[in-house]
């Protein structure tokens, strides 16, 4: 099974620009649909986006045209490069991983059975 570790997370003010990195164990990585998602303070988790194992992807209307995911299954490593962040945007980031072929959507965090411990995105105004 496969473990995540995200990192990238830091202070940025609005208008500015992170990416965050989730690394991945396992030779099976290119298999997995992998996930991003945040949870603010006093929020539920919310979707963020996905990208599939051919480099598809998937994303929320709130981050659309302003966050891109990418992977690089040689490194083992899927990144969400977030621009133009928002103070809304502040929240824990979240990656996850999920198999291929589920019936879920891929839009839910039940459908994702490995997560990463999380990495704080803070956007001041």
């Known amino acids: 099974q496969v473990q995540l570790v995200e990192s990238g997370g830091g202070l940025v003010q609005a208008g500015g620009s992170l990416r965050l990195a989730c690394a991945a164990s396992g030779r099976t990585f290119s298999r997995y649909i992998m996930g991003w998602f945040r949870q603010a303070p006093g929020k539920e988790r919310e979707f963020v986006g996905y990208?599939?194992?051919?480099?598809?992807?998937y994303y929320a209307d709130s981050v659309k045209g302003r966050f891109t995911m990418s992977r690089d299954n040689a490194k083992n490593t899927v990144y969400l490069q977030m621009n133009t962040l928002k103070p809304e945007d502040t929240a824990v980031y979240y990656c996850a991983a999920a198999a291929a072929g589920h019936t879920l959507s891929y839009t839910l965090s039940n459908t994702y059975n490995t997560w990463g411990q999380g990495t704080q995105v803070t956007v001041s105004s």
């Open positions: 990208i599939n194992w051919s480099g598809g992807t």
